[in-house]
């Protein structure tokens, strides 16, 4: 980008970020901290949380003094070794600098005591996810109402230290010292709602905190093409502007195998609840159209609803019985069943006929997954975990379908959070945070023992704070 001049409209700082989510939040609560005196965080959107506010509200690292409290043994080094035998190894990250997913597992559990000091709260039970140790610490108060509770108590200790925030404004494009190849990052341009543009001048850095692009249809079908006509559930302002004004100056993306976190969203209700979270903790079973399983079920949302795209299923249903809602009614299925209506029947037989389920092949699949409850050994998906038989009526169904919520693929960064060229190189004043990032989420999803989105805000955000203050 060419150097634009300021004029009477225009707005210095040292520090701006652009994005008002978990990260946005974080790394302009760290460069106060860090002692930048003047801290400009804009946001897209008429409030503050971005897609941080629709996600399961789940802090997900190891190794932390709230497990400790509670009995659980975990380490950081058993994180992390979890997450490099279950395929950790896979991303990105690991092939170009294994220091930048390291440094997640290092700090995570020690930029949750942060957050702990700067008013956000946790619940006092780490919850069971994927991989062998409960390491899912949940905003107050819970799985999927607690990260409304953590923005709000961010905003809080931003505005305490000064923050000015500015909302209903867009990025537009980034602003450098000079049109020369790796030209210093100086500023932004950006438009409000009422259509006015105008530039903000940061003398130490910009921050991009602007989430993926998971709505952003073109991006979309650019970087991830097989998922073209697949539905989007994730914040709607989330169209990828950050990685484009990046790309312009050179920046690298990382493109994932897995580029997107898709989530199931219950067919035929108005509430749009996205699920998850009872696959890891309800012994149910999943199936197509055609009365068949597909995937082990344990594995997590990620890997089903990934398995659902790879074969073009456009739905799929969750199968248990009563005992399976009975014994496990205070887990997440709670919410479930307070929210949606819930097809309940009799018998297989009446509910394959409401469902559309292929009857005959359900009617298997279930005697043979019974068949394998007792002998303890899944011949299909070769499931270990959650095993009890379904055969106590009545039997429940949950008409399911696919949806982005969040993209993985995203600006390459360094451990400094600088943002990285194709050549390698940082773009100097340029950082990043959050979904903006190539990040290593999915792999916690897809059988690692791993992380969460929000532990990866949390830690970059405060890291790219505390460098741009520099």
Known sequence: MTAIAADKSDVRSNVLVVGGGMAGLCAAISAKQSGASKVILVEKGGFLGGHSILSGSGYWIGGTKIQKKAGIDDSLEINWQDSLERGLKLNRFLKRDTGVARL????????????????????????????????????????????????KALQAKAESLGVEIILNTNLVSLITESEKRNARVIGAILENNKGNKYAIYADHGVILATGGFA?????????????????????????GEGIKAATALGANVIVEHYGFGMNMLFVGTHSNVSIGQPLVEVPLIIVNKNGQRFQDETRGYLAVNHKMVENKFKLAYWILDSKAVKKYKDTSLKIFFEKQKVDKFDNLKDLAKAEGINYQNLEKTVKEYNEDVLKGKDRYQNRTKLLDTIDKGPYYAFECEPQIYTSYSGLEINKKAQVMTTAGTPIPGLYAAGDVTGHLAYQAGLGGGGISGLVMATVYGRIAGAEAAK
């Open 104 to 151: 997640v597992y290092e700090q995570g559990p020690k930029d949750l005591d942060w957050l702990e000091s700067l008013g956000v709260k946790f619940t006092d039970q780490p919850a069971q996810a994927i991989g062998n140790r409960k390491r899912v610490h949940y905003f107050a108060p819970g799985y999927r109402v607690g990260s409304p509770q953590a923005i």
């Open 215 to 239: 709505n952003g249809k073109e991006m979309v079908e650019k970087y991830h093409p097989y998922l073209k006509g697949v539905k989007s559930h994730g914040s709607k302002l989330n169209v």
